[in-house]
């Protein structure tokens, strides 16, 4: 069952953590890549000072402010593309970025970080603005129950001030040991 608007209209950090052993899914011609999320970022709000959007509305932002259920694909460093997904309220400008995949058969290295995986995903810029509960290109499925979650500090946000102390990255216990 592909995950409906109002699943990313909920609070940014429940969304993140029941986001964990969901199947982000991308078609590719005919071919359907499917992956279980195993670690994620929550980023909310322009308080927090680690939100690309923390300085407020700019072109590169806007998307952010927009309505939720949609990608968020943007370029680190100019060459790694990064996903996330629009969570919450129109004009709250909120998200959750997928830092970690398991595709069935590849090497969890080649897809346990952002940019790896949407290399392997061939995830970029044209996705940004996707509507991700249209099941068309990319969407996320529900996928098995979640009990136990592992909370820790998002990481290369040191710039961020007490923000990057926040305990908003989430990660299967499974994985904990392999994240990137």
Same mark, same amino acid.
């Given at each position: 069952m592909i995950l409906g608007k109002n699943? +990313? %209209?909920?609070?940014?950090?429940?969304?993140?953590? %029941?986001? *964990?052993?969901?199947?982000?899914? &991308? &078609?590719?011609?005919? %071919?359907?890549?499917?992956?279980?999320?195993?670690d994620v970022e929550a980023y909310m709000g322009e308080d927090d000072l680690a939100n690309h959007a923390s300085k407020g509305r700019t072109p590169r932002t806007?998307?952010? +402010?927009?309505?939720a259920g949609h990608s968020y694909v943007y370029l680190v460093y100019g060459m790694y593309n990064v996903l996330n997904i629009i969570t919450e309220k129109k004009d709250f400008p909120a998200a959750v970025m997928i830092r970690g995949i398991k595709i069935e058969g590849v090497d969890y290295k080649k897809t346990n970080g952002p940019g790896k995986l949407c290399r392997q995903l061939q995830i970029d810029r044209k996705l940004n603005g996707w509507d991700v509960t249209k099941g068309e290109l990319l969407w996320i499925e529900r996928g098995k129950k979640v009990v136990d979650v592992i909370e820790s500090k998002r990481i290369g946000i040191d710039y961020a001030k007490h923000c990057k102390d926040? *305990?908003? &990255?989430?990660?299967l216990p499974e994985y904990a040991g392999k994240k990137k």
């Open positions: 699943f +990313y %209209k909920q609070n940014t950090l429940d969304v993140a953590k %029941k986001l *964990l052993g969901c199947v982000l899914v &991308r &078609r590719i011609g005919k %071919k359907e890549i499917r992956a279980v999320i195993t806007e998307i952010m +402010y927009g309505a926040y *305990l908003w &990255r989430f990660t």
